[in-house]
């Protein structure tokens, strides 16, 4: 390989992302997508439009609505509606919550009589009314063991910690696997723009009837997307604990190995894009259809992996990111680092990804035209 003909191809490289202003992208892209999804992807479910209905009006009856009324979970509005005008609420999407109190509450808790609570919960968003249903149920259970007059339903007490993320901050519960999203998607983008460039504007013949080798070649035109890059796993680390206050309890030169190793596999991915693709519009779709879908969906941010099952578990464990943010994760929140033994295999399955790539590509190129 000569370095003298690397070298000039990489300043023609460079060149042509400042004349083209490309390298501003490549650093406001990754800020702007921490910055939107870090703030905009929310778990938690705060002030949720509940209506409340006391049929009872007693003073247990009162002390249970107060504890939906104190709660920032609920935005609780006392009223003497019917229960059919209040679902109806529920139905014309103004209401997401009924609670309802029955006549008699009061009287059969004083006798050791089992009594019902209404709870109606708009269902429209799975996933927020079962969060939904786990608040009301809490606040139940601790209303209950407060107010019961029966010594056996308080001989049971929980005493709940939270391990890692004791704020339950939706920050550094998104934020960290934001950085393996950003560093899947931008890299490999970049990384096939370069290359697809060259294909659409015919300059690719230069290289054809030259006497260049395709291993120059290409360290020439995948080292400026891996330095640049590289300036953002620093970028993105800053983000993540000024910006958004993200504790960093690991090895930060663990997360630095592992983030290169990753950005091999983005450049890799980049590669095999740009081979099958001859437009830029093409690789960039491309791209962010093999990238995005299952940066979001197989990562481990939105959904533990251990829940899934099947067909889904196999996708997961295919793709890079969910390696990446598994020691991501442990980077900033736990601080376990190389005395894991999944910590060790992911960095060494990671390396594999992002060797196995490159060279996959590599092999597929073919200086010649197709």
Same mark, same amino acid.
């Given at each position: 390989?000569?370095l003298?003909?690397v070298?000039?191809?990489?300043l023609?490289e ?19 997508i ?8 929310r ?15 007693s003073k247990?009856?009162?002390e249970l609505?107060a ?28 209401a ?5 109190i ?11 009589v ?9 269902g429209?968003?799975?996933?927020r009314?079962?969060?939904?249903a ?14 019961? $007059?029966? =010594? *056996?339903?308080? +001989?049971? %007490?929980?005493?709940?910690?939270? &391990? @890692?993320?004791? !704020? ?12 393996g ?20 504007e015919g ?9 260049v080798?395709k ?6 035109? $995948?080292? =400026? *997307?891996?330095? +640049?890059? %590289?300036?953002n796993?620093?970028? &993105? @680390?800053l983000? !993540? ?19 290169e190793?990753?950005l091999?596999?983005?450049?890799g ?26 940066g ?8 533990p992996i251990?829940s899934?099952s ?25 601080g ?35």
């Open positions: 390989m000569k003298g003909v070298k000039a191809y990489m023609k460079f060149r042509e992302l400042i004349r083209s202003r490309l390298i501003v992208i490549v650093y406001l892209l990754p800020t702007m921490i910055i939107l999804f870090g703030y905009g992807i778990m938690e479910v705060t002030h949720a439009r509940t209506l409340l209905i006391d049929n009872d009006g247990l009856s009162m609505a504890k939906f009324e104190h709660s920032k979970y609920f935005n609780t509005r006392e009223m003497t509606v019917s229960e059919e005008e209040a679902l109806h609420r529920i139905k014309t999407a103004k997401d919550l009924l609670i309802v029955p006549s008699g509450f009061e009287r059969r808790l004083l006798h050791g089992r009594t019902e609570i209404g709870v109606f919960i708009d429209a968003f799975p996933v009314a079962q969060t939904l786990h608040y009301v149920t809490g606040v139940l259970y601790d209303a209950a063991s407060r107010l019961s $007059l029966h =010594p *056996p339903a308080t +001989l049971i %007490s929980l005493n709940v910690r939270n &391990l @890692f993320n004791q !704020a339950m901050r939706d920050e550094d519960a998104i934020v960290p696997g934001l950085i999203l950003i560093l899947l998607v931008a890299p490999a983008i970049l990384a096939a723009l370069l290359i697809v460039k060259e294909k659409e300059t690719i013949f230069n290289f054809f009837s030259s006497p080798r291993s120059e070649f290409l360290v020439a035109k $995948l080292t =400026p *997307p891996f330095l +640049l890059h %590289s300036v796993i620093f970028v &993105l @680390f983000w !993540a604990t000024w910006l958004f206050q993200v504790p960093f309890r690991g090895s930060f030169i663990l997360y630095l190995l592992a983030a190793l990753y091999l596999s983005s450049l991915i980049g590669l095999l894009v740009s081979i099958v693709t001859r437009t830029q519009i093409v690789a960039i779709v491309l791209t962010v259809i093999i990238t995005i879908i299952p979001f969906l197989y990562s481990g941010m939105l959904m251990s899934m099947g067909e889904s578990k196999i996708e997961a464990h295919l793709y890079p990111v969910m390696y990446f943010n598994h020691i991501v994760y442990d980077s900033f929140l736990i376990q680092g190389l005395d894991s033994p999944k910590i060790r295999l992911y960095l060494l399955i990671l390396a594999f990804y992002g060797t196995g790539l490159l060279l996959l590509g590599s092999v597929l190129m073919k200086k010649e035209l197709q």
